[in-house]
């Protein structure tokens, strides 16, 4: 069986692969153009996804048709039709839960850069702007049993939480499709309306899966229903808030990503901004590794993978 890996990933995964008997096809070169990654995929029984350039929908699956099954190296899976991939009996493999700490703890770095102004002042010191001190120039806020809301309290939501909850005494609320019993029991969590969260949070914190309702869901109206001094926290997709709206905000995930690098919300004095380094660990991207090989290794074996996002999917095939 031939499984397509479009760029790197730790060698514990391509260990993991080559013990089991798989073949491994790697690109000469990383930055594969649309045609030179479709060409690998149509070439391929199993492709092991990095990134989300590229779209797994109608028109992949049909240029692709002995790609039996993806493995995705994230969590998220918005890039890939789901509907269409099920339609046709392809598994699709995520690597939920392995890297939620790592994520959960951007978010809690952005929160604090951003209630103390940390990049801003950085930058003042970098550019040689140290100045005098002055009692009332770019005063921070502090965290101490301010209230945490978090928009999908799933694991990395709940890693937040918790942390919050530990370092500051937050209060915690949260809104989700579904209560969310653990977190009300351990860290008093309160679900409460979108509407409640957005007006009520000192700090707004979005871990949900993304999905094309969710485009733009934070944008001007609802910015100027938060809190004057809030933070807003997005280490979940670009797509969830709209950049131009957002001129005082916290964010890791931009609109669009990458953003360009003369984008006026870069001068901002209350704005920290990162790249999409939340699962950038050695522990986090190993742990990706592993599970991603694991889900192609179950399907070599005509077993079903142990994290598919399609899990009502099993694919009769022969290796």
Same mark, same amino acid.
């Given at each position: 069986?031939?499984?397509?890996?479009?760029?790197?990933?730790? $060698?514990?995964?391509? %260990?993991? =692969?080559?013990?089991? &008997? !798989?073949?491994? +096809?790697?690109? #000469?070169?990383?930055?594969? *153009?649309?045609?030179?990654?479709?060409?690998?995929?149509?070439?391929?029984?199993?492709?092991?996804?990095?990134?989300?350039?590229?779209?797994?929908?109608?028109?992949?699956?049909?240029?692709?048709?002995?790609?039996?099954?993806?493995?995705?190296?994230?969590?998220?899976?918005?890039?890939?039709?789901?509907?269409?991939?099920?339609?046709?009996?392809?598994?699709?493999?995520?690597?939920?839960?392995?890297?939620?700490?790592?994520?959960?703890?951007?978010?809690?770095?952005?929160?604090?850069?951003?209630?103390?102004?940390?990049?801003?002042?950085?930058?003042?010191?970098?550019?040689?702007?140290?100045?005098?001190?002055?009692?009332?120039?770019?005063?921070?806020? $502090?965290?101490?049993? %301010?209230? =945490?809301?978090?928009? &999908? !309290?799933?694991? +990395?939501?709940? #890693?937040?939480?918790?942390? *919050?909850?530990?370092?500051?005494?937050?209060?915690?609320?949260?809104?989700?499709?579904?209560?969310?019993?653990?977190?009300?029991?351990?860290?008093?969590?309160?679900?409460?309306?979108?509407?409640?969260?957005?007006?009520?949070?000192?700090?707004?914190?979005?871990?949900?899966?993304?999905?094309?309702?969710?485009?733009?869901?934070?944008?001007?109206?609802?910015?100027?229903?938060?809190?004057?001094?809030?933070?807003?926290?997005?280490?979940?997709?670009?797509?969830?808030?709209?950049?131009?709206?957002?001129?005082?905000?916290?964010?890791?995930?931009?609109?669009?990503?990458?953003?360009?690098?003369?984008?006026?919300?870069?001068?901002?004095?209350?704005?920290?901004?990162?790249?999409?380094?939340?699962?950038?660990?050695?522990?986090?991207?190993?742990?990706?590794?592993?599970?991603?090989?694991?889900?192609?290794?179950?399907?070599?074996?005509?077993?079903?993978?142990?994290?598919?996002?399609?899990?009502?999917?099993?694919?009769?095939?022969?290796?």
């Amino acid at each position: 069986m031939k499984v397509f890996i479009n760029k790197r990933i730790p $060698e514990t995964g391509i %260990k993991m =692969l080559e013990e089991a &008997g !798989l073949e491994i +096809i790697l690109p #000469e070169k990383e930055n594969l *153009s649309y045609e030179e990654w479709l060409h690998y995929c149509k070439n391929t029984d199993v492709v092991l996804n990095i990134g989300s350039e590229f779209k797994y929908d109608k028109n992949f699956f049909e240029a692709c048709p002995n790609v039996k099954a993806i493995a995705l190296y994230s969590v998220g899976f918005d890039h890939v039709d789901i509907k269409e991939a099920s339609r046709r009996h392809i598994p699709v493999g995520n690597t939920p839960d392995v890297l939620s700490r790592a994520t959960s703890d951007v978010a809690f770095l952005l929160m604090q850069s951003v209630a103390r102004r940390a990049s801003y002042n950085f930058r003042k010191v970098k550019d040689g702007n140290w100045g005098s001190f002055d009692p009332l120039h770019a005063l921070g806020q $502090e965290l101490y049993g %301010k209230t =945490l809301g978090i928009f &999908g !309290l799933g694991r +990395i939501g709940f #890693e937040m939480a918790e942390k *919050s909850k530990k370092a500051f005494g937050m209060n915690i609320i949260y809104h989700n499709r579904h209560h969310n019993e653990e977190a009300e029991q351990e860290l008093g969590a309160a679900y409460v309306s979108f509407e409640e969260l957005i007006k009520n949070s000192d700090v707004l914190s979005v871990h949900a899966a993304f999905t094309p309702e969710h485009t733009e869901l934070f944008n001007y109206p609802l910015f100027e229903q938060m809190k004057p001094d809030a933070i807003f926290i997005n280490t979940a997709r670009g797509g969830f808030h709209n950049q131009k709206d957002l001129y005082q905000a916290l964010v890791d995930v931009t609109n669009p990503e990458p953003m360009s690098p003369d984008d006026p919300i870069l001068e901002l004095s209350s704005v920290c901004i990162l790249p999409h380094i939340g699962s950038a660990t050695v522990e986090a991207r190993n742990g990706m590794a592993r599970l991603a090989a694991g889900n192609i290794i179950a399907f070599s074996k005509n077993e079903k993978m142990p994290h598919c996002a399609n899990s009502e999917v099993y694919s009769n095939h022969s290796s």
